[in-house]
């Protein structure tokens, strides 16, 4: 006979996933799982940043610290393999349904803290989400599951460990799935599993650490929405498709500039150029996470600003592009808030908070293509009710930025594509 709570387990899984009743036990366990990869590693990193980080030091002394981190990256590559990255990951889930290999994270994962501990200027969303994206693989492999079963918890696993980043669970899913294509959302009956998967990350991380249970960044209390905002959230929407599009171009045209040294040398060429780029300012250093909340209420001139987010813009391109780790989703959060209190300084009568949500979130939607997902995630992680005018201006820059990619491996699924 039937245990009852097995009944309601089953009972429950067919209310929520139907034809996906199969994989549910799966899909709870890929989603807390990755809710601990990504505690373990945040909590990593955060005792790595101690010795590492550039508070620790002169900016001077950061120089020789930066390039002695290339070496030692381009020791680890060279030894463990080369770690991969997410345009590999996305290719994958099209055409295998999830990560091709797994050898590749004994190198990902510590380089990347290396990376991002030591101040370079990009985040551990992408690292976070190969890791526990490729949990989700595993998983499913293990149980010979077909290959779209592989890619739902592929998905799973990436919905997951954003949320570990972002504190936003609904965001963190749909984000997950809108980065796979340059166009929307197209594998539809993942969502569900991936906003569970989701959930169930944040809940664990919740219980275990208090983790983003409140805002991760304290705005200034927004104003309602006038008629005019509407307009200026379509500008908005085309200034952040002008700066996402000069991101693509110049990590693109960095890239062929790195391509002209031996492999063993470039991240070593990145770590002294970031390293100088840290004398000229601060902000050209770590990925910005911490310094939104401070640059935010900082009261400072025009030039300053445009300093501020030209300083980010090009450390993190340089980042990416040497051959240093980590994720670019976070640093433009960053840029599009700084331009937005410098669109403010100098045209006071604008609503403020309303352009730093919608630059924010459609800057990066410029380039990862996640209109949906970033309107979401800022929104939450700032506590911020404004949805409709960042929205406009996420669609606004999607429209103007569907042929423009640095994540070249996004496309229609195949079933689509014909």
Request: charged letters at 10%.
């Amino acid at each position: 006979m039937e245990k009852p709570n097995t009944r309601i387990f089953k009972i429950l899984a067919e209310i929520v996933f139907s034809d996906l009743q199969r994989i549910f036990p799966q899909i709870l366990f890929v989603g807390a799982a990755g809710g601990v990869i990504g505690l373990l590693y945040l909590e990593m990193l955060s005792l790595l940043g101690k010795w590492l980080s550039p508070d620790a030091r002169l900016p001077w002394e950061q120089v020789l610290v930066m390039a002695g981190i290339g070496l030692l990256i381009a020791i680890l590559i060279k030894v463990l393999g080369n770690p991969g990255n997410v345009e590999l990951l996305v290719n994958n889930i099209h055409l295998l349904g999830g990560q091709s290999e797994f050898k590749n994270l004994r190198s990902l994962i510590p380089v990347s803290l290396l990376c991002i501990a030591s101040g370079g200027a990009a985040g551990p969303e992408a690292p976070l989400v190969q890791t526990s994206g490729s949990f989700g693989t595993w998983v499913a492999l293990k149980k010979n599951f077909s290959k779209e079963d592989i890619r739902i918890l592929t998905i799973t696993g990436m919905a997951a460990g954003f949320t570990v980043l972002f504190g936003a669970p609904l965001g963190s899913a749909i984000f997950a799935l809108e980065i796979l294509h340059r166009r929307g959302l197209e594998y539809h009956e993942a969502l569900l599993p991936a906003i569970l998967g989701s959930m169930c990350g944040y809940i664990l991380c919740a219980f275990a650490a208090g983790l983003h249970l409140t805002p991760e960044w304290n705005f200034p209390v927004a104003s309602s929405i006038s008629r005019p905002d509407l307009a200026w959230a379509v500008a908005a929407g085309i200034v952040a498709a002008a700066v996402a599009m000069a991101f693509t171009y110049l990590n693109i045209g960095l890239r062929k500039a790195f391509h002209i040294f031996p492999t063993f040398s470039r991240p070593i060429i990145g770590g002294i150029l970031l390293g100088l780029l840290g004398l000229w300012s601060s902000y050209a250093l770590t990925y910005g996470e911490g310094q939104i909340g401070s640059v935010v209420v900082l009261q400072v001139s025009a030039g300053a600003l445009a300093v501020i987010a030209a300083a980010k813009f090009l450390g993190t391109s340089m980042t990416i592009s040497s051959g240093w780790r980590g994720g670019f989703i976070i640093p433009l959060f960053f840029v599009g808030m700084t331009l937005a209190k410098l669109w403010h300084n100098l045209l006071p009568s604008t609503n403020e908070i309303m352009l730093i949500s919608a630059l924010m979130a459609a800057t990066n939607t410029g380039v990862t293509k996640t209109p949906i997902g970033s309107t979401i995630v800022v929104t939450e992680m700032a506590g911020l009710r404004i949805l409709p005018t960042t929205l406009i201006a996420c669609i606004i820059t999607l429209l103007l930025t569907s042929e423009v990619g640095l994540i070249e491996s996004q496309q229609r699924r195949d079933d689509l594509s014909h």
